[in-house]
């Protein structure tokens, strides 16, 4: 933006062709200049930095990173101007502070008792800086949304029970206290490891993310929660960081936030498991889920008490049912077998002497079958042996003898049977009926197709 310049005047005092300033009074003549030149004063933007609270008053740096290098110019809210702002900060919920992108409102000045020129702040913008925060956030939600971020940690499974949380938080804080305390008065047993962490200034955004990852990377949590108070738009506008987000996103564990705010809506929060307004919601939230699966519980446990208690009474009744009925079946049983050994008895009382009488005249005939039996059978066996006698005796040698046979034996005794076992000069003995002839073989000439059988082979 075009800017009126110094102009000192061409009138110079008479008495002096060339005047000289004291320092003070150049001073005097630069800020005279200045606002004449900047009447209604002028805007600037750029970046806080360096910011430093002295008492009532404010004082930082403007800054902007140029082609030609870094421009720098020194900022002064004082006291009555602070206390001006106040309420349209408080309107916007808007807070100074290092980094922030601003559009103020001011006039120069050139401080002669430290020789540096300066702007007096007396107003600010506050749509350039919710403008900038806007910006800054879609730029991130575009890119999250592009590489499928956004409903990541959404997906994670939450334990029924979650009852080992890790914690990302400032500790000593209200939001720290509420949390804690809320989680405590339950009763339930929540075991909580914490990140002590910085939410907002130039070291939170490191400082949260490092914090989530640590828990993650812990294996034994259930959800971890990211929790801080309220604060100004500017200072939650650090949960808008793309690094935690991607950090939330990118957790294994399923993530809850409580960032204090009930109206705005932080980038952690849209990529978040579940997102609630406040330290005390999130508390409520895992006490809900816990008492609910504690109810639940409860409820399945007095269901099963009672389903076993009706098929305990059920079975009971059954069993006792059946064992009457057992009972009188036994009973009419043993009563029907006394009636049938009784009606036994009677007939076998009866029938008795009859069977007895008819197994006496069995047994008298089997005894007269023994008596005579034996002789039959002896009788019959003298026949078959007097039989195999004669047909022994047919067979004997003396009698095959008498009827004309002879029997040869060699000189060892062994009866001659072929010619083959017998050769030139041996001595045979030849038995007839009435004596026996010793002969020495001449010759041993077998009989051509002739077989001989003996009464002895035959037999």
């Known amino acids: 933006m075009s800017q009126p310049a110094f102009d000192f005047g061409d009138e110079m005092p008479e008495e002096v062709a060339d005047p000289t300033y004291t320092v003070g009074e150049l001073a005097e003549a630069i800020n005279d200049q200045l606002r004449r030149g900047f009447r209604d004063g002028i805007w600037v933007r750029g970046e806080i930095s360096g910011l ?41 919920r808007l807070q100074l502070r290092n ?45 999250l949304v592009a590489e499928g971020l956004m409903d990541t940690n959404k997906r994670r499974p939450m334990s029924p029970v979650p009852l080992r949380v890790g914690v990302v938080t400032s ?33 939170a955004e490191n400082m949260v993310t490092a914090g989530i990852a640590r828990l993650a990377m812990l294996g034994t949590l259930d959800v971890i929660v990211v929790i801080r108070g309220g604060g100004a738009r500017n200072e939650l506008a650090v949960f808008d960081s793309e690094k935690i987000a991607r950090m939330i ?6 993530v809850l936030t409580g960032l204090g705010h009930e109206v705005d809506r932080s980038v952690a929060d849209d990529v978040a498991h579940l997102a609630l307004k406040t330290p005390t919601a999130v508390a409520g939230e895992l006490l809900g889920r816990v008492a609910a699966y504690t109810t639940n519980a409860e409820q399945t446990f007095a269901a099963i008490l009672q389903r076993s208690t009706a098929v305990l009474t059920d079975a009971s009744t059954e069993l006792s049912e059946v064992g009457h009925r057992i009972a009188r079946r036994t009973h009419a049983a043993v009563e029907r077998a006394d009636e049938r050994l009784s009606m036994r008895v009677d007939r076998l009382g009866r029938s008795g002497p009859a069977v007895l009488e008819r197994a006496t005249e069995r ?27 004669a047909r022994v005796g047919g067979l004997d040698p003396a009698v095959q003898i008498a009827r004309g046979w002879t029997i040869t034996r060699d000189a060892a005794g062994a009866i001659v049977r072929s010619v083959a076992d017998i050769g030139p000069d041996d001595i045979v003995t030849t038995t007839l009926i009435d004596g026996t002839v010793t002969s020495t073989v001449t010759a041993a000439v077998p009989t051509v197709d002739a077989t001989i059988t003996t009464n002895e082979d035959s037999s």
């Open 249 to 254: 996103a990118n957790s294994p564990v399923p």
């Open 52 to 92: 430093q609270n002295r008492g009532p008053h404010t004082y930082f740096s403007l800054v902007e990173d140029g082609d030609s290098g870094k421009a720098v110019i020194n900022v002064q809210l004082f006291a009555p101007a602070k206390a001006r702002l106040a309420p349209m900060l408080r309107k916007f």
């Open 171 to 203: 500790v000593g804080t209200a939001a720290w206290h509420d949390f804690h305390d809320e989680l405590a008065r339950s009763g339930f047993g929540f075991r909580l490891v914490v990140a002590d962490v910085r939410v907002q200034g130039d070291l």
């Open 363 to 389: 047994l008298d005939r089997v005894a007269l079958r023994v008596v005579e039996r034996p002789t039959d059978v002896l009788d019959r066996a003298g026949q078959r042996l007097d039989v195999l006698a």
């Open 99 to 143: 980094g922030m992108k601003v559009r103020i409102h001011g006039h120069l000045d050139f401080w002669a008792q430290g020789g540096r020129l300066g702007f007096k702040m007396a107003s600010l913008d506050p749509k350039y800086t919710i403008g900038d925060i806007a910006q800054s956030r879609d730029e991130v939600v575009r890119r």
